[in-house]
């Protein structure tokens, strides 16, 4: 199991952008599918709710909500994900986590995916 360390997150006005990264520790590559994911504020009895995923052959999926908005990204020899949040929004306020699994093809379902970060604070104000 891989172990992931979010960092980045904090509070914000509506409109500002933020950037979080994820790394995986020393020894350990960055596995092949990473993720973010979300619990949003508001909402404690839901499952974790997937964000965007990035795969080692280059497919990169977003939710609709972030489309446009949010960029996924790594740098394999640094082992770290990155989350480029722009034009932030109250609604995406909430806990953030990066998730990560050897095998491919994930899909964003938090059940999917093998190893988790412990999450990072994003809040928005208006």
């Known amino acids: 199991q891989v172990r992931l360390v979010e960092s980045g997150g904090g509070s914000v006005q509506a409109g500002d952008s933020l950037r979080m990264a994820c790394t995986a520790s020393?020894?350990?590559?960055?596995?092949?599918?990473m993720a973010w994911f979300r619990k949003l504020a508001g909402e404690p009895g839901t499952e974790r709710e997937g964000?965007?995923?990035?795969?080692?052959?280059?497919?990169?999926l977003y939710i609709d909500p972030v489309e446009g908005r949010f960029t996924i990204s790594k740098v394999n020899a640094k082992r770290t994900l990155y989350l480029e949040m722009n034009n932030l929004k109250p609604s995406d306020s909430g806990m953030y986590y990066c998730?990560?699994?050897?095998?491919?093809?994930?899909?964003?379902?938090?059940?999917?995916?093998?190893?988790w970060g412990q999450g990072t604070r994003v809040t928005v104000s208006s």
């Open positions: 964000v965007a995923l990035i795969e080692r052959d280059g497919r990169i």
């Open positions: 020393v020894g350990s590559g960055l596995p092949n599918s």
């Open positions: 998730a990560g699994d050897r095998r491919s093809s994930r899909i964003l379902r938090a059940s999917d995916w093998q190893d």
